[in-house]
């Protein structure tokens, strides 16, 4: 059995030519926080009203 999702990736990154291009273009779990999600959204409100 392979690895899993973090070590294809971590094998990918060490045999990459261009980091930079293989992180921008193989990115794993979960998607960046963003305000452009809803529930992202009410996330930044709220933490917003408390800062």
């Given at each position: 059995?392979?690895?899993?999702?973090?070590?294809?990736?971590?094998?990918?990154?060490?045999?990459?030519?261009?980091?930079?291009?293989?992180?921008?273009?193989?990115?794993?779990?979960?998607p960046?926080?963003?305000?452009?999600?809803d529930?992202?959204?009410?996330?930044?409100e709220?933490?917003?009203?408390?800062?």
């Open positions: 059995a392979k690895g899993g999702e973090l070590r294809d990736f971590l094998e990918g990154l060490a045999k990459a030519d261009d980091i930079r291009d293989y992180v921008r273009e193989k990115s794993i779990g979960r960046a926080v963003t305000t452009i999600n529930d992202n959204y009410r996330y930044f709220a933490k917003n009203s408390v800062s």
